[in-house]
């Protein structure tokens, strides 16, 4: 009994320093949280992207739905810093875009057999991805400096520009965090003018690890689109311009986890890996003037897309 008595003593007291213990601990995280933006720091992120379903320019009547892979590599560069934020650019060095005949899983390995190469070069790519932006130390962006350049030409309520959002992608409040807590914001990658979009982000676990700080978030968003579209499928708020009409959902969904960053002061975090899902449903009609007109007839019919992305911070150091 004695023996029997001492072991559940011992077990309890185990159980009671684990639970203690700083890498299992969950933690408040005092403000502000920041992403560093150090001017001279790379961060260079990989961008796994795979869309199903029917969307332009691919989808033609009678087709099966499309699959869409894209492997991305972007070098996230702090160029400058002043009064009103750091400029960073965000540059594709590394581009590998494929239709393919089957839909596959995201943490699928390539296969060629199911590869259709699309002809799409590294500087087409980058004229539509590439970025500077000024941003500010808690994620919010003050500008953005680099020209659109729609890659797909057709609005689906997704801003390929800002891809960038995804490895920067909260908000960080100027309050402290504890888990569940949450917060809203307007601003990231869904969503076109006119949209109505909100993101709100929740404190998943925060914990303090051997290295540092982890902190897992979750973050859903949606917009609702209403919209018009000229001849080459752009926003418009010229009525003489206009050839269809967009109205619909983009909802989008993350699991997120920031880790903090090597050589810095406490609460200074980058993301370590990002999981997004989006789903878009969206339908374009005519306008009644450009009814009969091709352009009108190409682009008019349901836009149904599911978007798979991770995004995952490297160890590498960016190529010359």
């Known amino acids: 009994m004695k023996l029997t008595r001492r072991l559940s003593a011992q077990i309890c007291l185990f159980m009671v320093a684990c639970l203690a213990s700083p890498a299992f601990a969950s933690t408040d995280v005092q403000a502000p949280i920041t992403y560093g933006l150090k001017p001279g720091t ?22 099966p739905p499309v699959h869409l892979a894209a492997l991305l590599t972007y070098d996230a560069h702090v160029l400058s810093s002043n009064r009103e934020g750091a400029t960073v650019s965000f540059t594709v060095t590394h581009a ?53 350049s729609n890659l797909i030409k057709v609005n689906i309520g997704f801003d390929l520009r800002k891809l960038f959002t995804l ?21 990231g990658v869904i969503g076109s003018t006119p949209a109505d979009v909100r993101y709100t982000t929740t404190v998943t676990t925060a914990k303090e690890g051997a290295t540092g700080l982890v902190l897992s978030l979750s973050q859903v968003a949606k917009s609702t ?31 997120m986890q920031f880790v903090t960053s090597p050589q810095s002061i406490a609460n200074v975090v980058e993301l370590s890996q990002g999981r997004y899902d989006l789903t878009v449903h969206l339908t374009r009609t005519p306008v009644a003037t450009e009814a009969k007109s091709p352009d009108a007839q190409f682009q008019s019919g349901p836009i149904d897309v599911t978007g798979r992305m991770l995004v995952t911070l490297s160890k590498g150091e960016p190529k010359s």
Do not use: C
């Open 42 to 63: 790379h961060r260079i992120y990989t961008v796994k992207a795979l869309f199903d379903g029917r969307f332009p320019p691919f989808d033609q009547p009678g087709n």
């Open 96 to 148: 590998d875009i494929n239709l393919i005949a089957n839909r596959i899983k995201l943490d699928a390995k390539p296969d060629p057999n199911n590869e259709i190469p699309y002809p799409i070069d590294l500087q087409t790519v980058q004229s539509a991805l590439d970025s500077e932006v000024v941003l500010k130390p808690n994620g919010s962006i003050t500008r953005v400096l680099s020209k659109s």
């Open 225 to 255: 689109i209403s919209d018009t579209l000229n001849s080459a499928g752009e926003s418009t708020n010229i009525a003489a311009k206009a050839v269809t009409k967009l109205a619909g959902t983009v909802n989008l969904k993350g699991a």
């Open 167 to 187: 490895m920067m992608p909260v908000i960080f409040p100027a309050t402290l965090l504890s888990p569940s807590t949450s917060w809203t914001n307007d601003t």
